[in-house]
Structures are given as structure tokens and as C-alpha cells.
């Protein structure tokens, strides 16, 4: 038999975080910041607003008025025009009472998902997906196989898209989760968005297919590669492996299944591990994507595998996902961090499906902001920017 797995998370943050399963009461989504141009709203205490307003040397060019109880004018400043200056010059004229630059309005495709404040990966200066859920693109026939423990198939959140593959560790199909880290990662993947409970997925249409390969205690070589190998037969786009060995060689086998896997077209997302050392077995592996983790400071987290094998990272810290049981919790480490990747792989094939593998891989290393790791600052990573999804 093959070498048995080690859990991507680390126990000791696990333990540390293991406080979060319980429901935490909703709050407000994180805020956005509000788009701006530079047209100004003008509000004037008598009289037609003119049809040129200028302010110290800078002409503004009205485009329109209302009449809102009082007068006001619709201003276009020029390009080169100091804007807080204008703002500031405008708000001392005696003829004026009110000036506001306009803002952008757009449809909002916020979810309205209670736990999604807990959710802090989402926030603008993270994976900011905002912009990309904005684009409505439709993912519900891109299939996302989840190499794990299983997935819960009675938690709502993948209702009506969950398909119950295969169980290597059996050979039969019941691909249920008896752990919770496979339902954990196929939350962050595809949790339904929107849906009024619980929390939202980067992918909120994608159909996710559980393939188990991993027990409470690990799982082997031989039951991994059958797994991808099924997953690729069995129409997924996207695989996502959320697990390591100790092993930092490359290994054969796994060369051949990721190749395997590449000329079918088929994205492979891997966590890199957990012990702060060289990326593992199956990570390490040319061809596929090899995920590290950041922190809420937007720093390589210290736990995370790093090396040249790490084409992109993710949030991996406290992130809160689905759990057994129609229950949800926090769980830390690379494991965590590889979904959001998949999830994101799983867009890209549903907007550009005419695009191999190795493309959408490029398209998400290329869709990233700088990090900096703090134990090495030669290391440069990029970390998923969602809203940079071409």
C-alpha cells in the first residue's frame, strides 16, 4: 500500500478555532466601497442652476437639473480637475447648500446568506467577489469533484447538485462524509449563494461530485490516483485534493494521473500542506495547481507548504464553511485555501469552456494581489483576487 495521508489543517489551529462551530447570530455583509465619478450633484437655495459653474479657474459643465424642493445641477469636471479641492471651493459659495459627487448604482448580487459576515475571505480587500457574482455567469453545468473524506449529501446548501461518487476506500459509492472535512471544503467551493441560511460558495451553481479517498485516519496512494481517475471518467472539470503526504519527492504515479487528467482538459487544485517546509506529495506534482494559504493580515501564513511548486494562494486562516449536519464551523490551514481556487477554476470553465487546463491556470495565477511572507521576503505569492477573473 501507498503511504497514508497527513491532515492539510493543522490540529493545534483546528483545536483553536473549534469554538466557531456553533451558529453565530447574523450581522451586516461586509461593506463595499461605494464606485465614484466625476460628476457632481450640486443643491443651490434659490434660483436655475447655471448652465457653467466655475470653481477657481475650472469650468463644470452642467448635464442636467431637478427640481428635489430646491434647485439642482448635474456637473461634469473635467479630467484633470482636483476633486476635493472642487468639493471643498463649491461647499463655501453663499449661492450653494449642498454638493455630493455622484456615485455608480448598480444591481446588487450581494447574498443574503446570515453567516456570510463570518465569512471574512469575501471582504474587498480579500478574494473580493463581488464583482465576479455581479457577472451572473452561469457554472451549473461545470462539475467540481471533491477528492476528500465525502460531502454531507443532506446539507442543504448542495441541494439538488450534489452527485455521490465513488467511495475508494470501499469501491462501492457511499461517498458520505463521516468526518467533516470533506463537507467542510465542498462548502467553500459551492455552497449555495443567496439562499437566506448559512454561508455562500465561490461557485453557487456548480454541480459538486464526492469522490471519498480519505477516512478519519488518512488514505493511501493507491485509493488517491483511483480517485482521480474516476473523477476525470466521470465528467469533472475541476478536481480539488485537499490533502498531503510527508513525502517532498515527485512520485510516478501521480505525474501519470495529473497528466491523465490534463488530457481530458481537467483543472487539478491541490492544498501545498501544512508544515511550513517544502510542498508534498500530491502537490508537488508538475501540471496541476499547488494552492498556499494567507492570513487576514494578507501574509503567507506560517503553517503554509511554500516553494516553486506554488503557482497561487487563498485564505486559509478561521475560515467558516459547511459542516455535517446541517452545521457550519471554522477550520484553518491549506486545505481550506485550495476550494476557493477550485471554485474559481469552476467559473473560468463556465466562461471560457473552450479554454484548456493549462489556460485557466495561467488566467488564475495572472488574477492575483501581491502577498508577502513574513518568514522568507524573497517569497513572492500571488493571492486570489476573484474580481480579476477574466
Known sequence: MGKRFQWTFAAVLAGAVAGCLAKVPAAAPFPRVPEVTRNLMVGFKTGAPPKLLQVDGTDLTQTKTLFMGSPVGFYQMPSSAPVSAVLGLLRQRPDVSWV??????????????????????????????????????????????????????????????LLMGLNALTGHTDSEDTDGHGTHVAGII?????????????????????????????????EALQGIVYAVNNGAQVINMSFNSEATSTNDAYQRAIAYALSRNVVVVAAAGNDGGAVTQPANTPGLLAVAATTQANTLAIYSNRGPQVGIAAPGDAIFSTLPDDSYGADTGTSMAAPFVSGAAAILRAEHPSWSATEIIDALESATDPVVSLSD????????????LP
Not at 198 to 219: E, N, T
Open 377 to 388: 521576503p524573497t517569497l513572492r505569492i500571488g493571492r486570489l483576487d476573484l474580481s480579476k
Open 190 to 222: 459551492g455552497a449555495a449563494g443567496n439562499n437566506g441560511i448559512g454561508v455562500a460558495g465561490v461557485c453557487w451553481q456548480c454541480q459538486l461530485l464526492s469522490v471519498k479517498v480519505l477516512d478519519k485516519d488518512g488514505g493511501d496512494d493507491e
Open 100 to 161: 455630493q459627487q455622484d456615485s455608480v448604482q448598480r444591481p446588487s448580487t450581494w447574498p443574503n446568506d446570515p453567516d456570510l459576515w463570518l465569512q471574512w475571505a469575501f471582504g474587498t480587500t480579500y478574494l473580493d467577489p463581488d464583482p465576479l457574482w455581479q457577472r451572473n455567469i452561469d457554472a451549473s453545468h461545470v462539475t467540481v469533484a471533491v477528492l476528500d473524506t465525502g460531502i454531507d449529501p443532506y446539507h442543504p446548501e448542495f441541494a439538488g447538485r
